[in-house]
């Protein structure tokens, strides 16, 4: 597979570059994500973790894939501003939930009902 970047522009505000591409692949398949963000990685030199492909579209009888993606300086940059579809699409970790944080919370807090039943039993 050979990747050729045809368009790049740097978005300094949310800390990434963005990229167009061109794949070719002779006799082969529409290429996965992986590959492409190994090989964006490559020509980027950064890490395949700060890469997102936004998209990847192929016509019927083509051997050329056109994409779409995004570098980011750091993973945690990513993590900040894609959508957590994006993050699950391209398999790199997101964010903890904050449903997580709070029931970890909620554990070391006893619960008023336990407390007075507590009470209850010492009486």
């Known amino acids: 597979?050979?990747?050729?970047?045809?368009?790049?522009?740097?978005?300094?505000?949310?800390?990434?570059?963005?990229?167009?591409?061109?794949?070719?692949?002779?006799?082969?398949?529409?290429?996965?994500?992986?590959?492409?963000?190994?090989?964006?990685?490559?020509?980027?030199?950064?890490?395949?973790?700060?890469?997102?492909?936004?998209?990847?579209?192929?016509?019927?009888?083509?051997n050329i894939s056109k994409g779409y993606a995004k570098a980011y300086s750091s993973l945690k940059h990513a993590q900040d501003v894609e959508r957590k579809f994006q993050l699950k699409r391209n398999k790199v970790e997101g964010k903890p939930k904050k449903k997580e944080e709070k029931s970890d919370k909620a554990e070391e807090k006893p619960s008023p009902a336990t407390e007075k039943s507590e009470d209850q039993e010492e009486k």
């Open 1 to 62: 597979m050979e990747l050729e970047i045809t368009e790049k522009k740097n978005n300094s505000l949310l800390k990434r570059t963005e990229v167009q591409f061109i794949a070719k692949h002779e006799n082969e398949g529409t290429p996965n994500r992986k590959l492409i963000r190994s090989e964006l990685a490559d020509a980027l030199n950064t890490k395949p973790e700060n890469i997102i492909l936004d998209s990847i579209t192929s016509s019927f009888g083509s």
